[in-house]
Structure formats: structure tokens, C-alpha cells
């Protein structure tokens, strides 16, 4: 292989996207991985880093550039961490998540499926129901916006394209109150200071929005701010401090106090009502949630008598989306809020053939299995990590008919998938649903059926 080294130059033509939407150059077989380049351009690009097997670019000049390519919108985007691929215009983006599925699918886990085009947005912005701002103080005031990429520096943001309209607002609203209040900001080095984060979250229509202050200790010195913010907002139906002593990089700590109005929101999904308290997950993008939801529930094509399992259900979305369609629905769920929560939801939506069980899947549905529950569906949602080995393994002992597989990491996705297949399962084609435009971040769909 060639020797390359740091500061030499190349002249090359990139090939294809790492899964982080970076662009790869290859000398002879060495990869270069260079951001915000484009597949098909051919580019001048510096090493700045060389590892053994790989090396990382930057790119000084673009001698032939991509059609696909456009300026980033964001006047952000080169210094903030949140959005990667701002540089593709949204067909190049949509390609680049089929492609990185495919890569998943079939090159690591050599499944040899179809991968369907990614279901995109019809506008690719402002599409964020729950924005979390770190906080910090810096040269005499409070910054709010999101992290540099790999820091925990800010950049201090005014607007950003992803989240919604009104969260804007809020943030902006709310960081000059925070100037003007003096509110002690929360130091991650010392572990000291008041306010770790800003929480917004608001539902789809924005008539309820709820604001979560994340502390660092129970002092509540928001009286003031949250009498400003009803005033001006009042589609803000909620105001919550969340108390997280510890030195961690996890958001919320376990205890929530109400400060303002109810602990939750609610919201509404493919016609059914949801409460979201602020410790439980909710998807962040609602119009490509419903369309999620709808490949998932066409993929179970219920008959209406089936015995369902949706694991690692949140609040109870899948499933209570299904429960018109199915004889009984078994929800399991981790974190405690989201199973009162789902519980909640099913009275909500007058479901009452669901129940939803506190714990790990992995142990829940050993339990189950043990109990003599036998599902025909199961629905399968796990966190990037994937799904725990010993849930995978109660899995193939119980053999459902068949297994929706909704996932939001391609890498576990697809070692998940191999081992099914290898337990006797087919694999459908698996489809991309952009739920993340403007970052790397890939989520899909995919059913399982027994051979
Ligand atoms: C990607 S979210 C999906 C939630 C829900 N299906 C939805 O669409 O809103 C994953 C969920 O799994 C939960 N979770 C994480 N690890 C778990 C485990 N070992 N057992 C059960 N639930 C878990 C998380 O708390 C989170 O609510």
C-alpha cells in the first residue's frame, strides 16, 4: 500500500460516503476520509491525519464539483456539531441514507436484500419537536445553542434550520432571561453552577410546548423567567425542572418537579393522543413519524385477532397505533415515566386491550415467554445500540410470525438482522425513512417473516 502522509496533496475523485456522510478518496486502496465532499467530485485534498489504515482530508480546492451540491443553508453549519451533510441537496441526501442502509445490509451483513428509496420530507427543515440546549457561561453571558462537533464547546446559536420555529423563539426568549435573571449556569469542569440545560419540547401543532430546565440541585430560581415566558407564550402549557447532581454526560437525573401548569404534553399521532412527560422518548419528527409508523403497520398487515409485542415502546406509540387492528398488545419499556406514560395513553385512546410492562426487553420478554405468551407480531424498536442478545434469543425461541424491525443505527440493524435470518427468518426489503433530514443519522424499517 502507498505510504501516505500528513500535509501531502492529492488530486482524486470521491468514490463514496463513510456511514458519517463523510466522503472517501482512496490512494491506490488507502481511504481519505474528507468532509462535506460529494460523491462524484473530483477534488484537491490535504492529508492532515494519517493513521495506519486509514487517513483523514481537508478538501482546498474543488476542481470538478458535484450538480448535487448547494451551499449550506445554516450559516452555522461549518462550526456546529448538529447537521453533517448540509453541503447535498436533499435527493443527494436521501441517496446517501439508501446508500448507507445498502452498505449496512449487504456489504458488512452480506444479506443480498433490496433496499427501497428513503421516504424524505416534503420540506426538509424545521422539523425538530424537542430541541435540548446545553447552556454555558462565556465571556460574561449565557450561551445557548449545540455542541461543536466531538466538544463540548457551544456555539452560541440565534436560529437554528432543523428545529421548529417556535423553539427558536423560545431559546432566544429564554437566553436573554437568563442574562438578565444573572441564573448561575452549570460549569462541567468544576461541577459547579445552577442550569445544565433548556429543554424544549412542543407537540404538532404547537398548542402545547413544554420548557424543562435541567439543574445541577434543587434551587429553583425560575419564578420570574417561567411569569415572562407564560406571558408571552402562551401555548407553553408546561414548565418543569428536572434536578441531575451527578457528573455525567446523561441529560436527565430522576427526580422532575412541576414548576408550571401539567409534567406532560400531548400530542397527537395517526389519530390517536398521546401524553409525553419529559423524561420519555417521543420521535422528533412527526410528519416522518406517522410515515414510519405507517410502513410498520402495513409490514404487520394485521388481521385483527393477533397477539402483539411492542418492545422497547416508549410511550406506547406502535402498539396503541395498532390496537384497533390486534386482539391484545404487550408493551415493554425500560424507563419508568414512558410506562406510566403508555398506560396513561391506552385510557387516552380507550384501548383496553394493551398492557404495557416496567424492564429491560431482554428480561421481560424471558418472563413472557416462560409465562406461556405466545405473539403473532412482534414490533421491535431498540435504542442505536440494538437489541440485547438474550432479548434476540427469547425472540427466536417464541417464533413470532413476524417481527417489524424499526431501527435508527444501519450497523446494529444489520447484525440484528443476520442473526433472525440465521434463526429461520426472511428478511423484506428494508426502508429508509428520513427521519433526520440534514444529518447522518439513518432510521429504517424492515419485516421479518418465519420461512
Ligand atoms: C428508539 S426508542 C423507541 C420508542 C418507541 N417505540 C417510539 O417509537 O417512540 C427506544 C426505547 O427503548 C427504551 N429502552 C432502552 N433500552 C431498553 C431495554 N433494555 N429494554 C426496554 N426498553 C429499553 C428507551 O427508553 C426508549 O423508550
Known sequence: MTAVTKNEYYTKTVTDYTHEGMGVVKVDHYPIFVPDVLVGEEIEVKVIKANRKFGFGRVKRFIKPSANRIDPPCPYYYQCGGCQIQTLNYAEQLAFKKGTMDKSINRMAGLGKDINPAVGMDEPMYYRNKSQIPVKFNNGSVEMGFYKPRSHDIVDIEHCLIQKEIHNDLMVFIKELLNKEKVSVYDEAMHQGLLRHVIIRSNNDDSEVQVAFVTNGRKNVFTDINKAIIGTFPMVTSIVQNINPEKTNVIFGDRTDVLYGEDYITDTLLGKKFRIR?????????????????????????????????????????????????GKIIGIEVVDSAVEDARENARLNGAENAEFHLGKSEEVMKKLVKEGVKPDVVFVDPPRKGCHPEFLEALAEVRPEKIIYVSCNPSTLQRDLKYMNEQGYDISPVTPVDMFPQTNHVEGVVALELK
Do not use: M, P, W
Not at 410515515?291 to 406506547?316: F, M, P, Q, S, V
Open 278 to 326: 419529559a423524561r420519555s422518548f417521543y420521535q422528533v419528527n412527526h410528519e416522518q413519524t406517522e410515515k414510519l409508523y405507517r410502513k410498520a403497520l402495513e409490514a404487520a398487515d394485521l388481521k385483527g385477532d393477533e397477539i402483539i409485542i411492542d418492545t422497547y415502546c416508549g410511550i406506547g406509540t406502535i402498539g396503541l397505533s395498532a390496537t384497533d387492528h390486534a
